[in-house]
């Protein structure tokens, strides 16, 4: 996705912009940073993330959310993770659009985002209390970065290899590579279905 920047705002100034906006935004440190494009394989891979997360949680514990659910993640900041997992009832502001309680958090990356992914984001998805864990995955090629938060810390894991599994503790399941990357197709001409 390429990122577009705009001018300083407050949090409700940028609430109304963006709620009369056709364009998608998140809000970084009070300014607008306009998220625009997606390729087929980042949406396949949001799609498919969904999925697999809603057929492995039970829903009376769990609502899976899709690209559209800001997080708050500071006092001028809210971000819009491609999916969220909230474990029990949603906790929003008033403004129902900004969730305060995920426990999980995944990045679909673009060329233009994954830094922004791995270092501002992770930084600000570590500091919400409620999250146990933020998964990045690649669109590129396979391969899944997991943070997780443990009594010691936050530790990296990745995963590169169609029969690994992604131990989400905080979610009492697993993700197997080999199910997220069905029909993703890399740009090489590799397809990851198998």
Known sequence: MVIERVQKMSVDEFLDFAESSEEWYEFIDGEP???TGGKLNHFRLINRLQV????RLPD???EVLGSGMLVRVGEASLVAPDVSVVCGEPETEADTRILLNPILVVE????SSIDRDRVVKRK????????Q???IVDQHRMLVELYARSATGWHLRTFSQPDEQIPLEALNCSLSLRDIYRNVEFESGESSSE
Do not use: C, G, N
């Open 60 to 62: 009376s514990e769990y």
């Open 124 to 131: 600000f998805y570590q500091s919400v209390d409620s999250i």
């Open 52 to 55: 697999l997360l809603a057929s």
């Open 33 to 35: 940073i306009k998220m």
């Open 133 to 135: 864990a933020y998964l």
């Open 108 to 111: 679909v990356t673009s060329p």
